[in-house]
């Protein structure tokens, strides 16, 4: 029998209909906002930088950096001014990872002032941890009390020190010994310092790993401990922009809403990592993420009392560009 042409043609036809209609679609949809009048630039943003800016001399031989580069007033007034030319106030020193006993990262007491010198209109949290089961054994006592007293150590000898920001990777969603250090840290830190967390996303379809994204009853629990949550929103291994822009609109409004009265730091990268798996930067950079973080914060008609503003990962892969995409895509005034 031989096949009339409308049966030959009709399954050709819809096999190429459905992905034109599909990319037109794409074409079409819009989850990402362009904003560039500096609406949701505060002026207190945030930004990690590396260790080098705090760190002892066994990581310049460790890692064979130049001393020169970071223990130098010049060097250091010159971040402090582009910083603040971008509107960052809250700056996360690398303090990681911490030794298996507990104890933090050591730092240089000498170029930890100097470079508080040089920050007065800044809150310098140094950002402390380290790789879970590796450098961080939640679980033991004495582990916990080591961490804690050198973390409180550190903030007595710099008392100019803001606080603290606690970053444990990966962290599963629900980790009650998580929660026990919190509230060991929160007991022992000096009064009016911040404790501050390096916090994961809300789980998506897009990324499934339990180990790296908290459903909205721990966050909960993990904000109601904390001063500050700064969502690290990267790492997602999306592959396209706008599915990644709206995976950042839909982000913004549930960190908000789930932070109660806890401040927020939207976390946005701004880095390369060439050969990831979980992260592709053409996807997964300052661009998508702010236009991501616009549609979310334009839900509302004012913005949330508990949001900041960014912060940016990290200042040692910032360049001229990247500058100039926050600038264009999120500073005030520009």
């Known amino acids: 029998m031989v096949m009339s042409r409308s049966r030959y043609w009709g399954p050709i036809l819809l096999l190429l209909t459905v ?27 945030g930004i990690w930088i590396q260790h080098g800016w705090l760190g002892d001399d066994s990581w310049f031989q ?25 509107g960052v106030r809250y700056v996360f020193p690398h303090l990681c990872p911490c030794a298996p006993d507990g104890h933090i990262a050591p730092n240089d007491p000498a170029q930890t002032e100097r470079f508080l010198d040089h920050f007065t209109g800044f809150r310098v ?42 970053n444990i990777e990966p962290m599963p969603s629900g980790n ?28 998506t379809r897009w990324h499934p790993h339990a180990s790296v ?12 401990r904390v001063d500050q949550i700064v969502p690290m929103m990267y790492d997602t ?50 661009q998508n993420a702010l236009w991501g973080i616009h549609a979310g914060l334009s839900q509302y008609k004012t913005l949330p009392k508990n949001y900041a503003g960014i912060a940016i990962y990290c200042e040692w892969e910032m360049d001229e560009a990247e500058w100039k995409t926050l600038a264009q895509e999120f500073k005030k005034g520009s």
Not at 143 to 155: D, G, Y
Request: with cysteine; charged share 20%; aromatic share 10%.
């Open 125 to 166: 949290i140094p950002w402390i941890g380290g790789v879970l089961e590796v450098h961080c054994f939640l679980k033991s006592e004495p582990w916990r009390r080591n961490f804690v007293s050198s973390a409180v150590a550190l903030l007595e000898t710099h008392p100019r020190l803001a606080g603290v920001q606690l």
């Open 176 to 203: 009650l010994d998580f929660l026990k250090l919190l509230d060991q840290l929160r007991q022992a830190m000096p009064t009016g310092k911040v404790l501050s967390v390096a916090a994961y996303p809300p789980p």
């Open 237 to 286: 291994s999306v592959l396209l922009s706008k599915i990644y822009q709206g995976l950042i609109a839909r982000w913004t409004s549930e960190v908000l809403n789930w932070s109660g009265d806890t401040q927020v730091l939207l976390g946005v990268p701004a880095y390369e990592d060439a050969g990831a798996w979980y992260h592709f930067s053409r996807v997964e950079n300052l």
């Open 19 to 45: 992905p034109a209609i599909l990319g037109l679609a794409y074409l079409i949809w819009s989850p990402g906002d362009c904003v560039r009048d500096g609406r949701h630039d505060l002026g207190t943003n």
């Open 213 to 224: 994204h908290w459903d909205e009853s721990y966050f909960r629990q993990v904000s109601g």
């Open 62 to 86: 460790r890692y064979g950096k130049d001393k020169a580069l970071f223990r130098n007033d010049h060097k250091i007034q010159e971040l402090a001014g582009l910083l603040a030319g971008h």
